[in-house]
């Protein structure tokens, strides 16, 4: 696959062109797969990155404008990224490694009205 068919991302502007989108997941599972190699993925967890991508274009491919200056799989590769990236941080970001919360650990500050003594 060398370029990105035009007319593909039209027709997927339309979350029911079945079609469309079939030809699209067949062309672009192979390619999100290796990346998610790359990124160190294996198994289930390769899927279900693969499976968040598609998720989220379906969502972002009605108003997604092609760019003939821009490379849509350079794209792809940024959406992929992100969603990996996202799916690395830690769901609750005040808990530390071994579950317990960051912010219970830190001590209330003790605070003075300025005035008093």
């Given at each position: 696959?060398?370029?990105?068919?035009?007319?593909?991302?039209?027709?997927?502007?339309?979350?029911?062109?079945?079609?469309?989108?079939?030809?699209?997941?067949?062309l672009y599972t192979p390619l999100m797969n290796h990346w998610a190699r790359r990124l160190g993925l294996a198994g289930q967890d390769t899927d279900d990155l693969v499976q968040d991508v598609f998720t989220l274009l379906v969502?972002?491919?009605?108003?997604?404008?092609?760019?003939?200056?821009?490379?849509f799989r350079g794209w792809l590769w940024t959406v992929t990224l992100n969603k990996w990236r996202e799916r690395r941080r830690p769901?609750?970001?005040?808990?530390?490694?071994?579950?317990?919360?960051?912010?219970?650990?830190?001590?209330?500050?003790?605070?003075?009205?300025r005035w008093s003594k």
């Open positions: 696959m060398e370029t990105t068919s035009i007319s593909l991302l039209r027709r997927l502007r339309s979350p029911i062109d079945q079609q469309a989108w079939e030809r699209f997941v067949t969502r972002k491919m009605p108003e997604f404008r092609y760019d003939r200056r821009q490379s769901r609750d970001p005040g808990a530390t490694a071994n579950g317990a919360d960051a912010l219970a650990e830190v001590p209330a500050p003790t605070i003075r009205p």
